[in-house]
């Protein structure tokens, strides 16, 4: 009995971490902006602000951020109303699916942000001059990349949670040992 209740502590410990770093996360990526300005030599000087919203992989990287807190929240709220083991019924299938749903959001949106953070690093000659836009706006990518990282890391904290929740309800079946 005690290593089920050390699997209910670790789930609800992991869904309190998911939630408050997919918020993080979200509000990290929702206030990256950085002004910059592009000196071209001469009267061809500029500036611009570069933002998240310019990058619709970042925009969906906020969008999943706040959708998959607010599964992640919920699936913490029945866990804690409902503490029954998986497969005993009151609410273990919501759970499960709302962790699904939440592993799906946060995996895809780290991996849009990193990609995306590549391919700002990458030779992005154009407005900005030679180089990329992180050599300009290194804050920016620095945010970029922080969010991008605290997104992984509740997506890790969602499936561990999931695993804890497993673990303490058994396989079930012909499996359980």
């Known amino acids: 009995m005690a290593g089920a209740e ?6 609800l410990v992991c869904r309190i971490a998911a939630v408050a770093l997919s918020v993080a996360a979200a509000a990290v990526m929702g206030t990256a902006s950085q002004w910059v300005a592009v000196d071209g ?23 999943a951020g706040a959708t998959s807190a607010v599964c992640s929240a919920a699936a913490l709220y029945v866990s804690a109303v409902h503490g029954k083991p998986a497969g005993a019924g009151g609410g273990a299938m919501l759970v499960a699916v709302l962790d ?5 959001l946060l995996f895809s949106a780290a991996g849009a942000a990193f990609a995306a953070r590549g391919v700002l690093a990458g030779d992005a000659a ?4 030679s180089g990329s836009v992180c050599d300009v706006a290194g804050a920016f990518c620095g945010r970029v990349s922080t969010a991008a ?4 890391f509740a997506a890790a904290a ?9 673990a303490r309800g058994g396989l079930g079946g012909c499996c359980d040992l």
């Open 126 to 129: 154009g407005a900005w001059g």
């Open 100 to 104: 699904a749903v939440a592993q799906g």
């Open 158 to 166: 969602v499936a561990v949670a999931a695993l804890a929740k497993d």
């Open 6 to 11: 050390g699997a209910k502590a670790v789930s």
């Open 149 to 152: 990282a605290a997104g992984a």
């Open 41 to 63: 030599g001469g009267s061809s000087s500029s500036s611009y602000v570069v933002s998240y919203s310019n990058y619709k992989a970042l925009v969906y990287f906020v969008a």
